[in-house]
């Protein structure tokens, strides 16, 4: 299968040129897109990127895989399926839309909804989980929507721009995926997004 189908958007693999097209994106000097775009990583070069792409191409990490989104015709962020579990059938996800003019147009929801689904129904998985850094409001919101649900709070567990922040922890299981999944599309988009976990 060369691409998989969203709505809106497919997940297809990447490609060198993408590696431009990612690394192009993240010299922008918005200091919000950059803090949420990478809480560790410094600055690395295209040529650094591309040999990252060169490794990974040659020893491909069999509990790992990254998609391209793209919309339109052009790539506009990546999804990310990794630390899967073979044994407890579980997988953690991530996701970014890397220019902020290609946020809040459902690319992000749909990538991520139809990662889900390949997820649950071609890996087998039974569930997914992310973590978030809990002021990025707009991730917090979308993954709601799609049904994750807040299981915890790892405090002070990353240090950023001088201080030590939190990362809420969201888990989806793939029955709630699927009840949700069974709906009539206005129905699903009625549903209430879940409560937070209580301990």
């Known amino acids: 299968m060369a691409w998989i189908a969203g709505t809106r958007i497919v997940l297809r693999a990447w490609e060198r040129d993408d590696i431009r097209a990612r690394w ?16 560790h990583g410094p600055p690395r070069s295209l040529e650094q990127r591309e040999q990252e792409f060169e490794d990974d191409q040659a020893e491909p990490d069999a509990a790992s895989v990254s998609l391209i989104i793209e919309a339109e015709g052009r790539p506009v962020g990546d999804v990310n399926l990794f630390e899967m579990d073979d044994r407890n059938r579980h997988g953690r996800v991530g996701l970014s ?4 003019e290609d946020r809040d147009r459902g690319y992000g929801s749909d990538a991520l909804r ?11 998985l039974h569930r997914l989980e992310l973590s978030v850094d809990p002021r990025n409001d707009r991730a917090v919101h979308v993954y709601r929507k799609l049904g994750f649900v807040e ?7 990353h240090f950023d721009d001088g201080a030590y922040g939190d990362e809420l922890v969201m888990g989806l299981l793939r029955t709630e995926f699927e009840a949700r999944e069974s709906l009539p599309e ?13 301990a």
């Open 151 to 157: 299981e915890g709070c790892r405090r002070e567990c």
């Open 114 to 124: 139809t990662m889900a689904r390949w997820a649950f129904r071609q890996m087998n």
């Open 24 to 39: 192009e994106a993240d010299q922008t000097p918005d200091a919000t897109e950059q803090r949420l775009r990478d809480w």
């Open 97 to 100: 839309i890397w220019r902020g």
């Open 186 to 198: 206005p129905e699903r988009r009625r549903v209430p997004e879940p409560e937070r976990a209580t």
